[in-house]
């Protein structure tokens, strides 16, 4: 039988610490939420591995869809700098991981998601484990959820080629935009901040991770 107590030690430990992660309060989150309740059943023994993990296969016209490994998703949620005042809005919910490390650090969670069976499954587990500042909705992940607008905190659950103005549009003034912007190895990490009309934008680590489903950029045509 699988220790995940002892496990998500080891992960927090051996992952996190050893790549910079160094913020006691997404330390603490990534120790209390069970990531082996995330998983489909065949994948929990391997829950803690510095992976992403599957969870749902392509389907027709459509990409797999992950839960982000570890490491980069801790930094991500690190650079945010979440705070405890926080309405945030995260951008491709999955089954509802990082939704639930979220929600220990800000005030509420809007948890966007594009694929209702994952939807319904994140909304099915955040409930159970308790976590009741996340409000699971259904949408076109470009899109944004515009109806709970404004956001202190954009989040970004994967990588984008693009972050479309209308993400942007639903920043507060002063809020800020996380997202991994760009392409493989070359993708980088990267915070847009809102100052009134105008926004600025700043970037960090390299981080190659799993693209986000409706974020493709478009074709541009050369003569």
Known sequence: MTDYEAARVHMVDCQLRTTDVTSHPVLSAFLTVPREAFLPEALKATAYIDEDMPVTKATAGGEPRYIMEPSPLAKLVQLADVKKTDVV????AGEGY?????????GSVVALESDEAL????????????????????????KGYASEAPYDLIFLNGAVEEVPAALLGQLRDGGRLVAVTGNGHAARATVI???GANY????YFNAAIKVLPGFHKAAEFVF
């Open 89 to 92: 809005l995260e951008i491709g």
């Open 98 to 106: 990082a939704a639930a490390i979220l929600s220990l650090l800000a």
């Open 119 to 142: 939807a319904a499954t994140a909304t099915q587990t955040l409930s159970k484990l308790g976590y009741d500042n996340v409000a699971v909705v259904t949408g076109p992940l470009e």
């Open 193 to 195: 901040s809102r100052e």
């Open 200 to 203: 600025s934008t700043v970037r």
